[in-house]
C-alpha cells in the first residue's frame, strides 16, 4: 500500500501543508519498513519520529486554534489526543512483538481514518478559517452563528 499526500488534502496553509506533507512520508516509510520486513529497530526509529513529530504539528494546529478562536476547536483538539493515542497503541504492539499483518493492517487502516479524512476534513476546514483570517485581516463568518451569517446574507441581498 502506498500512501502519498495529495493536492486534494491541501489546506492552502503552507507550515500546516508542508507539516501534513512530512507526516505522509513517515508514515509511508512505517508502513514499507514492516511490509519488506525491517527489523524492530528501524520501525522503532520511525516510531520515535512520529511521536516527536505529531507532538510539534498538533501543538501548533492547537495553538492556532486558540489564536484564532476557532469553532469547534475543542473537538479538533481530541481528535488529535485520540489518533496520539492510536499510535501509543500500535507502537507499543510493535515493541513487544514481532511485527503481525495485523499490526501492518491496523497502521493502514489509522492512516485512512485519521490522515486522510481528519487531514481532508477539519484541518481543511481550519486552514481555510485561518487563511480567510490573515488574508482579510479580518473575523471570518463563523459557521455555527447563525446572527452573523443572516447579517452577512442580508447585506449581499440589499
Ligand atoms: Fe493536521
Ligand atoms: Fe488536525
Not at 7 to 29: C, M, P, V, Y
Not at 36 to 48: C, D, S, Y
Request: glycine fraction near 6%; charged fraction near 30%; hydrophobic fraction near 40%.
Amino acid at each position: 500500500m502506498s500512501i502519498e499526500w495529495s493536492k486534494s488534502l491541501a489546506t492552502g496553509l503552507e507550515w500546516q501543508d508542508n507539516q501534513h506533507k512530512e507526516l505522509f512520508k513517515r508514515i509511508s516509510a512505517l508502513i514499507d519498513a514492516m511490509n519488506v520486513g525491517l527489523g524492530r529497530e528501524e520501525v522503532g526509529r520511525i516510531f520515535r519520529f512520529l511521536d516527536e513529530y505529531f507532538v510539534v504539528h498538533f501543538s501548533a494546529e492547537d495553538e492556532a486554534m486558540m489564536k484564532y478562536n476557532f469553532p469547534g476547536g475543542a473537538f479538533h483538539m481530541a481528535e488529535h489526543r485520540r489518533f496520539q493515542q492510536d499510535v501509543e497503541q500500535i507502537r507499543d504492539e510493535c515493541r513487544g512483538n514481532n511485527i503481525t499483518t495485523s499490526t501492518v493492517i491496523k497502521v493502514q487502516r489509522l492512516v485512512v481514518d485519521w490522515l486522510i479524512n481528519h487531514i481532508g476534513g477539519i484541518d481543511k476546514a481550519l486552514g481555510e478559517y485561518i487563511l480567510r483570517i490573515e488574508n482579510k485581516g479580518a473575523e471570518p463568518v463563523r459557521p455555527e452563528d447563525p446572527a452573523q451569517v443572516r447579517t452577512d446574507s442580508t447585506k449581499t441581498l440589499s
